[in-house]
Antibody
Framework: QVQLQQWGAGLLKPSETLSLTCAVY????????WSWIRQPPGKGLEWIGE???????NYNPSLKSRVTISVDTSKNQFSLKLSSVTAADTAVYYC??????????????????????WGKGTTVTVSS | QSVLTQPPSVSAAPGQKVTISCSGS????????VSWYQQLPGTAPKLLIY???KRPSGIPDRFSGSKSGTSATLGITGLQTGDEADYYC?????????????FGTGTKVTVL
């Protein structure tokens, strides 16, 4: 049974860099994408980005200039860095395993995309 | 700035049925598969439905999903107090040169 364990600094000052890591236990690291999602207090889910075992990434365009997601396959870990944080980056940050691929139907190409395993979340607060 | 729209809240009495809609466009729901997540208070989201209408192992058949055009629907029958949670739809959006994952605005289910 796959489990994700995440950790990182929970309190940052404005302009600092957020850094979180997620370790994958009990399953294969390859063949999936590994994503980061965040949830500001009282608000909905926001997709941050993802990476696969080969290091191929996709980022949310609204965060792309500040986000770096990296992978360490030797440790089955992936990490998130978000630079120049502000109070607006205060949120619970989740890591998740993603099943992502495409299937071809008579009507065209369809993507399947879902997060089937989630970490417990890390609360990150940005305050001076 | 969610690209998928859900009603803020729905409610029903125990044992009744609720449906939650998720409205998108041809660049997301219209041409890709939809998933649904349940988020109980203070916990991480949990996958309920994937590929429009499939349930992971352990998810009761009280939960169902469907898709038509650019909208998707989650149904919950035999509503229980333990179903009180926030529910989110999700999919892949292909509108930009590089696609992205997207979630709905979220719906709070209240059991009266």
């Amino acid at each position: 049974q796959v489990q994700l364990q995440q950790w990182g600094a929970g309190l940052l000052k404005p302009s600092e860099t957020l850094s979180l890591t997620c370790a994958v236990y009990g399953g294969s690291f390859s063949g999936y994408y590994w994503s980061w999602i965040r949830q500001p207090p009282g608000k909905g889910l926001e997709w941050i980005g993802e990476i696969n075992h080969s290091g191929s990434t996709n980022y949310n365009p609204s965060l792309k200039s500040r986000v770096t997601i990296s992978v360490d396959t030797s440790k089955n870990q992936f990490s998130l860095k978000l630079s120049s944080v502000t109070a607006a980056d205060t949120a619970v940050y989740y890591c998740a395993r993603v099943k992502f691929g495409d299937t071809r139907a008579p009507s065209g190409l369809y993507y399947y995309y879902y997060m089937d395993v989630w970490g417990k979340g890390t609360t990150v607060t940005v305050s001076s | 700035q969610s690209v998928l729209t859900q009603p803020p809240s729905v409610s029903a009495a125990p044992g009744q049925k609720v449906t939650i809609s998720c409205s998108g466009s041809s660049s997301n729901i219209g041409n890709n598969y939809v998933s649904w997540y349940q988020q109980l208070p203070g916990t991480a989201p949990k996958l309920l439905i994937y590929d429009n209408n499939k349930r992971p192992s352990g998810i009761p058949d009280r939960f169902s999903g469907s898709k038509s055009g650019t909208s998707a629907t989650l149904g919950i029958t035999g509503l229980q107090t333990g179903d009180e949670a926030d529910y989110y739809c999700g999919t892949w959006d292909s509108s930009l040169s590089a696609g992205r994952g997207v979630f709905g605005t979220g719906t709070k289910v209240t059991v009266l």
